[in-house]
């Protein structure tokens, strides 16, 4: 087993439990274990913890608490958003609308419905990543059950102007779902603000627990429906049967609480540290491209280093943990469709890499991966004729 790296920067993967939370959630693996649908003390106890989590969840978010459902992670709250949208409302339209750089936690189950015989538009995006909103208008027909678009790209960072996308769906009466799983306890989310009727979130993209999520559910003007994906026992308003991971749902409320007290300050010192790793790579190499332009998540980088493979720089600089894409589908040997939709040549993306950057992440860290990477591309380059080539102008 290989050692642990020393320097973290792939919080967009995941991120450490907070210690806060860990707390918070033990006496419900032990003293206060009851079955959160039982009538009894256990059980009351265990139901109590749940709803104030429900409460936590939801002022992070800025819904209200029965607004809230519980499932095992984002990618559950994805599928129950989309399919349990989209089948619920199959009678009266059988259409989506969903971008192409959008997690595979949504593509696939969008995939999945076209499958079905429901009609999928996928809008493209520009060099930066960003989407056209009037492509968007014009993608949205009187047949569109449902738009998907997400809130912060996993890969870039690029973010997408939930206010504006609220909206045009709102104008032309759609149902409005985003995946805000990476800047919900990064940002400030309203889901009255952006007028998003669905909103999915995991616990472990902020420091809580992992297998455990949320789906919000507008309940009025208008009431969203939705058709169940799990059934045994009418858990969740219906929408998600099975024991309360009660443990799991209070380290989320517990991570929520403490974001939302906590983010601000944190975007803007990651802010600052993201900007220093950039400044400090494109200072000191040439043949770099930034991946994702105009608002990015604050704590996000991904760049393209020309003539370099990007495994072969995370191979040499083990102590440092980094990511070439995705993690979700990091098993895949396809390149990245984030950075292919944003018109990157196969070369760009194989030489792209991600830093995330979280609240551990400090400045000397900061300095020392700039000075480990230049000296580690510079070797890597030192290798290729194509660069040698590309610097005598060849």
Same mark, same amino acid.
């Not at 059950?145 to 996308?165: C, D, F, K």
């Not at 709102?170 to 990064?186: L, N, P, S, Y």
């Not at 300050?265 to 994702?292: I, K, M, P, Y």
């Given at each position: 087993?290989?050692?642990?790296?020393?320097?973290?920067?792939?919080? *967009?993967?995941?991120?450490?439990? $907070?210690?806060?939370?860990?707390?918070?959630?033990?006496?419900?693996? /032990?003293?206060?274990?009851? *079955?959160?649908?039982?009538?009894?003390?256990?059980?009351?106890?265990?139901?109590?913890?749940? !709803?104030?989590?429900?409460?936590?969840?939801? /002022?992070?978010?800025?819904?209200?608490?029965?607004?809230?459902?519980?499932?095992?992670?984002?990618? !559950?709250?994805?599928?129950?958003?989309?399919?349990?949208?989209?089948?619920?409302?199959?009678?009266?339209?059988?259409?989506?609308? /969903?971008c192409v750089t959008e997690h595979?936690?949504?593509? %696939?189950?969008?995939?999945? #419905?076209?499958?079905?015989?429901?009609?999928?538009?996928?809008?493209?995006?520009? @060099? $930066?990543?960003?989407? %056209?909103?009037?492509?968007?208008?014009?993608?949205? /027909?009187?047949?569109?059950?449902?738009?998907?678009?997400?809130?912060?790209?996993?890969?870039?960072?690029?973010?997408?102007? #939930?206010?504006?996308?609220?909206?045009?769906?709102?104008?032309?009466?759609?149902?409005?779902?985003?995946?805000?799983?990476?800047?919900?306890?990064?940002?400030?989310?309203?889901?009255?603000?952006?007028?998003?009727?669905?909103?999915?979130?995991?616990?472990?993209?902020?420091?809580?627990?992992?297998?455990?999520?949320?789906?919000?559910? @507008?309940?009025?003007?208008?009431?969203?429906?939705?058709?169940?994906?799990?059934?045994?026992?009418?858990?969740?308003?219906?929408?998600?049967?099975?024991?309360?991971?009660?443990?799991?749902?209070?380290?989320?409320?517990? =991570?929520?609480?403490?974001?939302?007290?906590?983010?601000?300050? !944190?975007?803007?010192?990651?802010?600052?540290?993201?900007?220093?790793? @950039?400044?400090?790579?494109?200072?000191?190499?040439? =043949?770099?491209?930034? *991946?994702?332009?105009?608002?990015?998540?604050?704590?996000?980088?991904?760049?393209?280093?020309?003539?370099? $493979?990007?495994?072969?720089?995370? *191979?040499?600089?083990?102590?440092?943990?980094?990511?070439?894409?995705?993690?979700?589908?990091s098993a895949e040997p396809e390149?990245?469709?984030?950075?292919?939709?944003?018109? @990157?040549?196969?070369?760009?993306?194989?030489?792209?890499?991600?830093?995330? #950057?979280?609240?551990?992440?400090?400045?000397?860290?900061?300095?020392?991966?700039?000075?480990?990477?230049?000296?580690?591309?510079?070797?890597?380059?030192?290798?290729?004729?194509?660069?040698?080539?590309?610097?005598?102008?060849?």
């Amino acid at each position: 087993m290989s050692a642990r790296p020393r320097i973290y920067l792939d919080y *967009n993967a995941t991120t450490p439990t $907070d210690e806060r939370v860990v707390e918070a959630m033990l006496p419900y693996f /032990t003293s206060e274990f009851g *079955n959160a649908s039982s009538g009894h003390e256990f059980g009351l106890a265990a139901r109590e913890a749940v !709803e104030r989590a429900r409460e936590q969840v939801a /002022t992070l978010i800025g819904a209200e608490p029965n607004e809230i459902i519980f499932t095992g992670g984002a990618t !559950e709250s994805n599928n129950l958003a989309i399919k349990g949208m989209t089948r619920a409302r199959r009678t009266r339209s059988s259409s989506i609308v /969903t971008c192409v750089t959008e997690h595979r936690a949504v593509l %696939d189950p969008c995939a999945r #419905l076209e499958r079905e015989g429901v009609s999928v538009t996928r809008i493209g995006v520009d @060099r $930066d990543g960003q989407l %056209d909103m009037g492509e968007l208008g014009n993608a949205i /027909t009187e047949e569109t059950a449902l738009v998907s678009i997400m809130h912060g790209n996993n890969e870039t960072g690029v973010l997408h102007p #939930l206010n504006e996308i609220g909206e045009a769906c709102a104008e032309r009466g759609v149902i409005f779902h985003t995946d805000a799983t990476q800047t919900v306890g990064k940002l400030p989310v309203d889901v009255r603000a952006s007028q998003a009727h669905l909103l999915s979130l995991s616990a472990h993209k902020m420091y809580g627990p992992k297998g455990v999520g949320a789906l919000y559910v @507008r309940r009025r003007n208008p009431r969203v429906k939705l058709m169940a994906e799990l059934d045994g026992g009418g858990h969740e308003r219906g929408l998600r049967s099975g024991t309360l991971n009660v443990p799991g749902i209070v380290g989320l409320g517990a =991570a929520a609480e403490l974001r939302q007290s906590e983010m601000a300050a !944190e975007a803007v010192r990651l802010g600052a540290l993201r900007d220093r790793l @950039r400044d400090g790579l494109t200072g000191e190499l040439d =043949a770099l491209v930034l *991946n994702g332009g105009g608002d990015l998540l604050p704590n996000t980088l991904n760049i393209a280093f020309g003539f370099v $493979d990007a495994q072969a720089l995370l *191979n040499a600089m083990e102590e440092v943990a980094v990511s070439t894409g995705s993690a979700c589908s990091s098993a895949e040997p396809e390149p990245s469709h984030v950075l292919r939709a944003m018109g @990157r040549d196969d070369e760009s993306i194989q030489g792209s890499v991600r830093f995330s #950057l979280g609240r551990e992440t400090t400045s000397e860290e900061i300095e020392l991966v700039i000075e480990k990477v230049v000296r580690l591309v510079r070797h890597l380059r030192s290798m290729s004729p194509l660069y040698e080539m590309h610097k005598s102008g060849q």
